[in-house]
């Protein structure tokens, strides 16, 4: 299985809701990544967990909050967040954190603030 | 952060003719080079890449190639259909993934 899934595919929240993205990988990795993307735009890097640790925290607001509950899942619950919010939530994984390995790509959430 | 340069940011080409894409970049101590491509609405698929050991790598009508000295690695795609249009990005990974900032590339039939 060399797939990352995400669940939803797409979601729409109010300012005041709370929600989650989830993330599954079943490959081994030992590391997985929660990237932003606006459209044409490169991803941008929010989380990083290695071996289920938090590893990287690119400075993201605190209504984000990643969770790691085991090597082959991956949350980022969602609180409060602001219309600028709306963009494509991709979760990727790799065999590890950093280095020259391949990041898989889930097919991500579409997110939109309202 | 290591600044990975991806020139151009958009790309139109007649189908059938070759597209280059070059990214540069600044710290040396990387030995992988790979490119992405992303079509829309989808996500990112890896197409090609390439280690410091080799400098060409060819994938039917993908290529990339390497040049460790002047620090720049490009994606070359021959024999362009439309299927072809989408975002490529480079990325270089060190102690996270760095991407390029992306080129729109359309193939016009």
């Known amino acids: 299985d060399t797939e990352v899934t995400q669940t939803p595919k797409h979601l729409v929240m109010g300012m005041t809701n709370k929600k989650s993205l989830k993330c599954e990988q079943h490959?081994?990795?030992?590391?997985m990544y929660w990237y932003k993307q606006k459209a044409k735009k490169p991803p941008e890097l929010m989380f990083v967990?290695?071996?289920?640790?938090?590893?990287i925290n690119e400075s993201v607001p605190s209504r984000f909050s990643p969770e790691c509950p085991n090597s082959s899942l991956l949350n980022l619950h969602l609180h409060a967040l602001q219309p600028e919010d709306s963009a494509l939530y991709l979760c990727?994984?790799?065999?590890?954190?950093?280095?020259?390995?391949?990041?898989?790509f889930g097919p991500g959430t579409r997110l939109t603030v309202t | 952060g290591e600044n990975v340069e991806q020139h151009p940011s958009t790309l139109s080409v007649q189908e059938g003719d070759s597209a280059v894409i070059k990214c540069t970049y600044s710290?040396?101590?990387?030995?992988?080079f790979p490119w992405y491509k992303q079509e829309l609405g989808k996500r990112p698929q890896l197409i090609i890449d390439?280690?410091?050991?080799?400098g060409e790598k060819k994938d039917q009508r993908i290529a990339v190639t390497l040049n460790k000295t002047a620090k720049h690695f490009s994606l070359h795609i021959t024999e362009t259909q439309p299927e072809d249009s989408a975002v490529y990005f480079c990325?270089?990974?060190?102690?996270?993934?760095?991407f390029g900032t992306g080129t729109s590339l359309t193939v016009i039939p």
């Open positions: 990727a994984s790799s065999q590890r954190e950093g280095g020259p390995t391949e990041q898989y």
């Open positions: 490959m081994g990795h030992r590391a």
């Open positions: 967990y290695s071996y289920e640790k938090l590893s």
């Open positions: 710290d040396s101590a990387s030995n992988y």
């Open positions: 390439i280690r410091s050991n080799v």
């Open positions: 990325a270089f990974p060190l102690y996270q993934f760095y």
